[in-house]
T-cell receptor, first 112, second 118 residues
């Protein structure tokens, strides 16, 4: 099974700082990438998706994709305590219309 | 609310019991999924139903049996489970894209069923 790797953390950042979450993937044929946020005891919720090299911005969130280096990252600007959660990286499995491979997630803690 | 509902939210069952988990999506999607989430492990895809096609992860034990009567409903039938099956079981739905397509079809998750096997 192709791998999706994330640092488990916890990543601790002060309120107002930029949080940077990284994800690497092993299948060079991967084309679509997703970031989910999961609060403790809750189900994952979609934050962003990206499938073109470069940056994609949505409010305080920016997804960055570098297919040559096989990594995707999520930047959270002006981090808030409410952003404290586990962030899951997911990669669409090539030659599959729908299946995703998930990483284990990175735990983010934003301290007041 | 994501438009995907799951019942029950919590379930405690003995190893000899038979129970079923239910999922319903109100998003008009044509693909539905069962995932297992255990502590310290990645989300594990168990089954996919899409346009009457079923795809399964070969590592899933036969004591888990899915059923998809229509595009809006998905069940997971459980029997003779083991304590290691205790986990959060998540249902998700999406639109299916062509296998060779690059279109993005994000998955939306239900709230999950927290299963404890005693």
């Amino acid at each position: 099974q192709k791998e999706v790797e994330q640092n488990s953390g916890p990543l601790s950042v002060p309120e107002g700082a930029i949080a940077s979450l990284n994800c690497t993937y092993s299948d060079r044929g991967s084309q679509s990438f997703f970031w989910y946020r999961q609060y403790s005891g809750k189900s994952p919720e979609l934050i962003m998706f990206i499938y073109s090299n470069g940056d994609k911005e949505d409010g305080r969130f920016t997804a960055q994709l570098n297919k040559a280096s096989q990594y995707v990252s999520l930047l959270i600007r002006d981090s808030q305590p409410s952003d404290s959660a586990t962030y899951l990286c997911a990669v669409k499995i090539p030659n599959s219309g729908y299946a995703l491979n998930f990483g284990k997630g990175t735990s983010l803690l934003v301290t007041p | 609310e994501t438009g995907v509902t799951q019942t029950p939210r919590h379930l405690v069952m003995g190893m000899t019991n038979k129970k079923s988990l239910k999922c319903e999506q109100h998003l008009g999607h044509n693909a539905m999924y069962w995932y297992k989430q255990s502590a310290k492990k990645p989300l594990e895809l168990m089954f996919v139903y899409s346009l009457e096609e079923r795809v399964e992860n070969n590592s899933v034990p036969s004591r888990f049996s899915p059923e998809c009567p229509n595009s809006s409903h998905l069940f997971l039938h459980l029997h003779t489970l083991q304590p290691e099956d205790s986990a959060l079981y998540l249902c998700a739905s999406s639109q299916k894209v062509q296998i060779s397509g690059t279109g993005v079809r994000e998955q939306y998750f239900g709230p999950g069923t927290r299963l404890t096997v005693t």
